[in-house]
């Protein structure tokens, strides 16, 4: 059974930090290429950013570029997102997803096969 569990969330003020924790158990860690979303309430689930499986790409969406960063840990199936000057707009649960080495795109929510349930992140102006 595939398990994605994020950790990290939180209140913070605008400008401060937070890293988020995603941790996988029930697959193939070092073979899926992971990602991050968020999903702000009355709005669709969108693309943070995403790591290859072999750890050699990472990609953002254009609202976090230079802000957030992804990282994993193989030894410890574990994907991080760390979050920096955070603004009012970053609020939103925020979801981890795996997606198979064979996925060429990772940008939407269908490239990917399994989710977390996901951490809110509260960001107070």
């Known amino acids: 059974q595939v398990q994605l569990v994020e950790s990290g969330g939180g209140l913070v003020q605008a400008g401060g930090s937070l890293r988020l924790s995603c941790a996988a158990s029930?697959?193939?860690?070092?073979?899926?290429?992971m990602g991050w979303f968020r999903q702000a309430p009355g709005k669709e689930r969108r693309f943070v950013a995403a790591?290859?499986?072999?750890?050699?790409?990472?990609y953002y969406a254009d609202s976090v570029k230079g802000r957030f960063t992804i990282a994993r840990d193989n030894a410890k199936n574990t994907v991080y997102l760390q979050i920096d000057s955070l603004k009012p707009e970053d609020t939103a649960v925020y979801f981890c997803a795996a997606a198979p080495r064979h996925s060429i795109l990772l940008l939407t929510p269908n490239d990917y096969n399994y989710w977390g349930q996901g951490t809110q992140v509260t960001v107070s102006s």
């Open positions: 029930g697959l193939p860690f070092s073979s899926y290429h």
């Open positions: 790591i290859t499986w072999s750890d050699t790409n990472t």
